[in-house]
């Protein structure tokens, strides 16, 4: 059972323009959320979180939405550019701590920035 | 600061033998986790170690272990390789390893089992 899912195994979007990938979540116990960036070769990259006691998070060009009621969070890009071309994933975890089975992560989503 | 480092970067072994992976993690931080990414099943969590002791372990089988040194280094070690260990493996450092604390990634070790 899938408890964080990332429907779009890949999304193209244009040079300048906005990329928007989705996460759902099924665990209604997580209450922190992350985003990772990850390239070939590399492992993940921490972009940006956010905690279930905020709507949005903000950090450059890169903006973190949750919707706790509907289980669902979006990072946006604005602008796009060539360099953010990689896989995006998205985690859950616990706040409070204890049991807490390590990050759980959805299977990402390809990002092709288009020239 | 540096960041995680993973050693060795790539490794082949063949079915039946075991292979010890090696993780520093960042300076300071005390909390390692590891993770194992395959195509079919995504990230998915092994184990986390802080001060030396295995606080949580994801749904792997015993052939899966780990330990952590008093320093924060930690090893993993898989026996009994089966083809379906082939992955990458990653490791990732936090402070504390509870509540908001950010986790960062190595590069890896890429596991191949013929």
């Known amino acids: 059972d899938q408890q964080v899912k990332q429907n779009s195994p890949s999304l193209s979007v244009q040079e300048g323009r906005i990329s928007i990938l989705n996460c759902d979540y099924t665990?209604?116990?997580?209450?922190?959320f992350l985003w990772y960036k990850k390239y070939p070769a590399e492992g993940p990259t921490f972009l940006i979180s956010?905690?279930?006691?905020?709507d949005k998070n903000e950090d450059g060009r890169f903006t973190v939405f949750l919707n706790k009621s509907a289980k669902h969070l979006s990072l946006h890009i604005v602008p796009s550019q060539p360099g953010d071309s990689a896989v995006y994933f998205c985690?859950?975890?616990?706040?409070?701590?204890?049991?807490?089975?390590?990050?759980?992560f959805g299977k990402g989503t390809h990002l092709i920035i288009q020239p | 600061k540096a960041g995680v480092t993973q050693t060795p970067r790539y490794l082949i072994k063949t079915r039946g033998q075991q292979v010890t992976l090696s993780c520093s993690p960042i300076?300071?931080?005390?909390?390692v986790s590891w993770y194992q990414q395959t195509p079919g099943q995504g990230l998915q969590f092994l184990f986390e170690?802080?001060?030396?002791?295995?606080?949580n372990k994801g749904n792997f089988p015993g052939r899966f272990s780990g330990r952590q040194f008093s320093n924060s280094r930690s090893e993993m070690n898989v026996s009994t390789l089966e083809l379906g260990d082939s992955a990458l493996y990653l490791c990732a450092s936090s402070l504390v390893g509870r509540g908001p604390d950010t986790q960062y990634f190595g590069p890896g070790t890429r596991l191949t089992v013929l």
């Open positions: 985690a859950a975890n616990f706040l409070s701590g204890g049991g807490a089975d390590g990050l759980t």
């Open positions: 665990n209604s116990m997580f209450d922190y």
């Open positions: 170690y802080f001060s030396e002791t295995q606080r």
């Open positions: 956010i905690s279930s006691i905020k």
């Open positions: 300076s300071g931080h005390r909390s």
